[in-house]
């Protein structure tokens, strides 16, 4: 199952010297741009599993961990997270320091959550949206300047392409596949911030640039 990624206008409450802070991560029962509803309830059997104890990662890179969220709990309003920074670690205290400006100017902020969509199901009168009944909570990054919620499905979706050409054109296993594409995706939201914020709408180019690296990347592995 692939890790997909949502991003939400994150309400910091607080965020202290320690690095301590909290604030939703996600809001229920509102219709994003990817047309999909998060449902009351969505996060509560992955809170019961690991307590809402999740990596905060820089930018969605599974290799660049700067804290832990250390807990998490569903309130009428949506998804609430309590959150410390590992602040030995120098991304850690970067991002810390831009959270603590963008906090006293009040500059818009945003928090980007990784999850898998566990259940999900048509809305009653509104075909085209999807509710999301289930949802497992894998990881999330704060960032000051939230990235396009759009972008995000597009790059989802390419994604999904590139791991379904992996298992079925080529032949890989599903777990190296999703390796593969769990790597591919951070260095994704790693590349786009730029097209992100320029507001323009990116071409589709049908099966993507990613697609197009990797098999450029497994060409070069066979020979």
């Known amino acids: 199952m692939l ?5 939400f206008k994150f309400d910091v409450k ?5 690095g301590k802070f909290d604030g939703y991560a996600s809001t229920f029962g ?28 820089d930018s969605h890179d599974p290799t660049a961990q700067i804290g832990w969220n250390e807990k998490a709990e569903e309130d009428r309003r ?19 320091s831009l959270m603590r400006t963008a906090k ?11 999850y898998q969509t566990i259940k999900s199901e048509p809305h009653n009168s509104k075909p ?3 509710v999301l009944k289930e949802l497992n909570l894998l990881e999330y990054s704060v960032v000051t300047f939230p990235m396009n919620p759009k972008a995000s499905v597009t790059r989802v979706k390419e994604i999904e392409e590139v791991y379904n050409h992996l298992v079925n054109d080529i032949g890989i296993s599903h777990k190296a596949s999703s390796m593969a594409c769990d790597m591919l995706e951070a260095y994704a939201y790693l590349e786009q911030g730029d097209d992100d914020h320029s507001g323009k709408e990116q071409p589709d180019n ?8 990797l098999e450029t990347l497994i060409e070069n592995f066979k020979n």
Do not use: W
């Open 78 to 96: 949506g998804l609430k997270v309590f959150g410390a920074l590992d602040l030995n670690i120098q991304k850690a205290k970067e991002r810390h």
């Open 206 to 213: 049908g099966y993507s640039e990613i697609g197009k690296a």
């Open 3 to 7: 890790k997909q990624i949502k991003a």
């Open 128 to 130: 085209d949206i999807r």
């Open 30 to 57: 509102n219709i994003d741009l990817g047309n999909d509803i998060v449902a009351a309830g969505a996060f509560a059997k992955t809170i019961a599993t690991n307590n809402g104890v999740v990596p905060i990662l």
């Open 104 to 114: 006293q100017l009040g500059a818009k902020m945003g928090l980007s959550i990784g």
């Open 14 to 18: 607080e965020i202290s010297d320690e």
